[in-house]
């Protein structure tokens, strides 16, 4: 069975991100937001948007290694326009390794709305992890 992004992620699964690269450096994700995704004047919750780039910036960092995980160090994200999508029109996220020592990767992340705007844009910083098998996940 193959996993879309090398773990399970359940949040990313109810979110609906679909990973379409994932690749020498680099990811893109497409994220169609649902109606309860959305803010007060009906755009995509800045809460999902930075769910986006922090998940786009962390593939792009597993991207060159991907049987190690990463964990998200720090994070600084800017807000340029409102991050629109309604019906089938997705909103693009892409992510770019800048530079990886041993241990970090520092990377930076964009998001498109459906007409190719540019709305947010984040830089991040991921520790790299060995990935330990994952506990079942209880209902209870």
Known sequence: MSIPFGAVIPFVDILGF??????????????????????????????????????VMATAARSIEPDMGVVTIEMKTTFMRP????GAEKLVAKGHLMHRTRSMAFTEGHVFDADGQLCAHATGTFKYVSRRPAAALSTD
């Not at 994932?22 to 169609?32: I, K, M, N, P, R």
């Not at 959305?38 to 986006?52: C, E, K, P, Q, R």
């Not at 991050?83 to 309604?86: E, I, N, R």
Request: charged share 15%; proline share 5%; net charge negative.
């Open 18 to 55: 679909t990973l379409e690269k994932f690749e020498g450096g680099q990811s893109e994700l497409h994220y169609a937001p649902a109606p309860e995704h959305l803010n007060s004047f009906a755009v995509t919750h800045g809460g999902a948007v930075m769910t986006l780039l922090d998940v």
């Open 83 to 86: 991050a629109k999508a309604t």
